[in-house]
């Protein structure tokens, strides 16, 4: 079995794309079917991708912590979309976005190679693949910003698709990357998600979720109280648990 | 009479165009001697790299620049614009006034005004601007970095409102239309 396969990489369900809106599991929990599809960035065109709106009090209460910011400075570690960027970018923000996602796929299959390389006899072998290892390696290439150089964070649903190991590194990095009083936006799905969707905002209260091909399997699922030890060092948390078994947690450093 | 004709036929562009002149810009002020006049975007000119052409090395200047080959090394055209074409395969650093992006960039983007990634742009590496602009199907790899500088050393969440209920007077701001 191949490391990619170990990491679940590797014949990983896709998204069906014709799969309507009204038979996605979220639909009619606060989730609406929305207009004509739109296509991602990084993905070829295709007029049959639906996105689903959300509304999202979570965003909310994010946008009020940063209110009155005036000119501020926010991470995105989702994918680029112009209307994030945008909607950010008219409210004073500079706006740096990060796709831990394809950024992990794409240190994993670098990691297949080295592997096969180090099997064949061509790489020194005493290198750590153990997760910990593996997470230290990602994040000498990733995520590098200096300390407390970001007002807000928008981390979307991404820990839930990483190795445990790699989440509670992460967290520490974008904890330290925060400023004291800035503001971490992210999601938890409380049971295992049935389709991969990246996010985007539309509005002020509102969330495009936007059905995609699945980059990494979900790793974890987490619980409040593994949460809470999480981002143990922040000041405060509010969690708001949706019908949809979406979590959309705040926290404050 | 048919000389007649013809100078009516060249005649009608040049009237027009002062009518269009005298109606939308104002006179413009007499510029002063020592002051070169900047010319207008039409009228800059345009350095072009055609398709099939590869070069290696560092380019700089200021006048605006298409790429449709092959450039690898450094690209700094600090005041102009820098145009990738559809077949252009840049694999360099590129730092200039506004980058549009239509082929394949593979290294660091730096443009002081706006970068605007076409459809059928890559661009593998970092963007710095002020302004993105990404249509639909673009791909990126890499970090973004768009917007003015954040402010420093201030007290980030010091005018937060008191009040949630203020906060709600954001949700009228229009959302912002999708790039199509």
Same mark, same amino acid.
């Given at each position: 079995?191949?490391?990619?396969?170990?990491?679940?990489?590797?014949?990983?369900?896709?998204?069906?794309?014709?799969?309507?809106?009204?038979?996605?599991?979220?639909?009619?929990?606060?989730?609406?079917?929305?207009?004509?599809?739109?296509?991602?960035?990084? &993905?070829?065109? &295709?007029?049959?991708?639906?996105?689903?709106?959300?509304?999202?009090?979570?965003?909310?209460?994010?946008?009020?912590?940063?209110?009155?910011?005036?000119?501020?400075? !926010? !991470? #995105?570690?989702? @994918?680029?979309?112009?209307? +994030?960027?945008?909607?950010?970018? =008219?409210?004073?923000?500079?706006? /740096?976005?990060? #796709?831990?996602?394809?950024?992990?796929?794409?240190?994993?299959?670098?990691?297949?190679?080295?592997?096969?390389?180090?099997?064949?006899?061509?790489?020194? +072998? /005493?290198? #750590?693949?153990? @997760?910990?290892?593996?997470?230290?390696?990602?994040?000498?290439?990733?995520?590098?910003?200096?300390?407390?150089?970001?007002?807000?964070?928008?981390?979307?649903?991404?820990?839930?698709?990483?190795?445990?190991?790699?989440?509670?590194?992460?967290?520490?990095?974008?904890?330290?990357?925060?400023?004291?009083?800035?503001?971490?936006?992210?999601?938890?799905?409380?049971? %295992?998600?049935?389709?991969?969707?990246?996010?985007?905002?539309?509005?002020?209260?509102?969330?495009?979720?936007?059905?995609?091909?699945?980059?990494?399997?979900?790793?974890? $699922?987490?619980?409040?109280?593994?949460?809470? #030890?999480?981002?143990? *060092?922040?000041?405060?948390?509010? &969690? !708001? $648990?949706?019908?949809? *078994?979406?979590?959309?947690?705040?926290?404050?450093? | 009479m048919w000389r007649k004709e013809e100078s009516k036929t060249q005649a009608v562009p040049e009237i027009s165009t002062k009518a269009v002149n005298s109606t939308i810009t104002p006179p413009a002020p007499a510029a002063?001697l020592?002051?070169k006049p900047t010319p207008p975007f039409a009228a800059r000119t345009e350095a072009r790299?055609s398709?099939?052409?590869?070069?290696?090395?560092?380019? +700089?200047?200021?006048d605006d620049?298409f790429?449709d080959? =092959?450039?690898?090394? %450094?690209?700094?055209?600090?005041?102009?614009?820098?145009t990738?074409g559809?077949?252009?395969?840049?694999?360099?650093?590129?730092?200039?006034?506004?980058?549009?992006?239509?082929?394949?960039?593979?290294?660091?983007?730096?443009?002081?005004?706006?970068?605007?990634?076409?459809?059928?742009?890559?661009?593998?590496?970092?963007?710095?601007?002020?302004?993105?602009?990404? =249509? =639909?199907?673009?791909?990126?790899?890499? %970090?973004?970095?768009?917007?003015?500088?954040?402010?420093?050393?201030?007290?980030?969440?010091?005018?937060?409102?008191?009040?949630?209920?203020?906060?709600? &007077?954001?949700?009228?701001?229009?959302?912002?239309?999708?790039?199509?």
């Amino acid at each position: 079995m191949s490391f990619l396969h170990k990491l679940g990489l590797v014949g990983v369900r896709t998204f069906s794309r014709t799969a309507p809106a009204n038979r996605h599991p979220l639909h009619g929990n606060g989730v609406h079917g929305a207009g004509p599809g739109i296509t991602p960035v990084n &993905s070829p065109r &295709s007029a049959e991708r639906q996105e689903i709106t959300r509304t999202s009090r979570g965003l909310k209460e994010f946008l009020w912590n940063l209110d009155g910011l005036g000119r501020g400075a !926010l !991470l #995105d570690l989702g @994918p680029v979309w112009q209307t +994030t960027l945008s909607f950010f970018i =008219e409210r004073g923000f500079r706006v /740096t976005a990060e #796709d831990l996602f394809c950024a992990w796929k794409d240190f994993c299959r670098e990691e297949e190679k080295h592997l096969q390389m180090a099997s064949g006899g061509a790489l020194d +072998t /005493t290198e #750590d693949r153990t @997760p910990e290892g593996r997470a230290a390696r990602f994040l000498e290439g990733n995520l590098c910003y200096p300390a407390a150089s970001f007002d807000a964070v928008l981390m979307w649903d991404l820990l839930d698709y990483l190795e445990p190991s790699l989440a509670r590194r992460i967290v520490s990095v974008v904890s330290g990357a925060v400023r004291p009083g800035g503001v971490v936006f992210a999601m938890f799905h409380s049971r %295992k998600p049935e389709c991969f969707h990246r996010y985007r905002v539309a509005d002020s209260m509102t969330l495009q979720m936007l059905p995609a091909a699945e980059i990494v399997p979900v790793q974890h $699922v987490y619980q409040n109280r593994e949460i809470q #030890d999480l981002f143990g *060092q922040y000041r405060s948390m509010k &969690s !708001l $648990v949706s019908r949809d *078994q979406l979590r959309e947690v705040l926290f404050i450093k | 009479m048919w000389r007649k004709e013809e100078s009516k036929t060249q005649a009608v562009p040049e009237i027009s165009t002062k009518a269009v002149n005298s109606t939308i810009t104002p006179p413009a002020p007499a510029a002063p001697l020592h002051e070169k006049p900047t010319p207008p975007f039409a009228a800059r000119t345009e350095a072009r790299i055609s398709q099939g052409i590869k070069i290696r090395g560092e380019i +700089t200047g200021s006048d605006d620049l298409f790429v449709d080959g =092959e450039v690898e090394g %450094k690209l700094a055209l600090d005041s102009a614009s820098v145009t990738i074409g559809p077949n252009g395969r840049v694999k360099a650093d590129v730092v200039a006034r506004e980058v549009i992006v239509r082929g394949c960039v593979e290294g660091k983007v730096n443009a002081h005004e706006r970068v605007q990634v076409w459809g059928t742009g890559q661009v593998h590496g970092e963007i710095q601007t002020l302004t993105l602009v990404i =249509e =639909e199907g673009a791909v990126l790899r890499g %970090k973004v970095e768009a917007g003015k500088p954040a402010e420093k050393g201030g007290n980030a969440f010091a005018a937060a409102p008191a009040v949630a209920e203020e906060t709600s &007077s954001s949700a009228n701001v229009p959302a912002i239309p999708a790039v199509n």
